[in-house]
């Protein structure tokens, strides 16, 4: 959904839009990160929150993971992060790569888990963030043309 000043011409309105849309894309192609700088990302984020004791062997995006954000195998050492994930907020990501190294340490979400995440000071606002963009998921998608609005 945009919102947009109704004085607004059709002409500025598409001009506008482009112009919006130009700089998300631009943004958001600095922020996404290929597989090697992610898994170097997790490696730093390892050492600040963990002491390095959570060493992923791989890190990478996929695009199967549509009801999660973020997994990984112990046993292995692998982590994979939703491709839904790129574009969204750095704290964001880092919040999901502390969760899985976090796996790396601890299996499951018990009490010794989620004292771990503890160190990672976003993250409440970053699973806030995360059950925001769920909710925003399931609302209709009935407010995108011009003159539409919430209230009628």
Aim: one cysteine or more.
């Amino acid at each position: 959904m945009v919102l947009i000043p109704a004085r607004m011409s059709e002409a500025e309105e598409q001009r506008w839009v482009t112009v919006m849309l130009d700089k998300l894309a631009a943004q958001e192609s600095k922020r996404a990160l290929g597989d090697a700088e992610l898994t170097e990302r997790a490696r730093r984020l390892s050492d600040q929150y963990f002491e390095g004791r959570a060493r992923p062997a791989s890190v990478r995006w996929v695009t199967n993971q549509n009801t999660r954000w973020g997994s990984c195998t112990p046993a292995e050492g692998s982590i994979r992060l939703s491709h839904r994930l790129q574009g969204m907020p750095e704290y964001v990501v880092d919040y999901v790569l502390v969760h899985e190294l976090a796996h790396l340490l601890v299996p499951g979400h018990g009490p010794r888990f989620w004292e771990l995440l503890k160190a990672y000071p976003r993250t409440e606002r970053a699973r806030g963030y995360l059950e925001g963009v769920v909710a925003a998921e399931r609302l209709p998608h009935v407010f995108g043309t011009r003159g539409d609005s919430p209230t009628g």
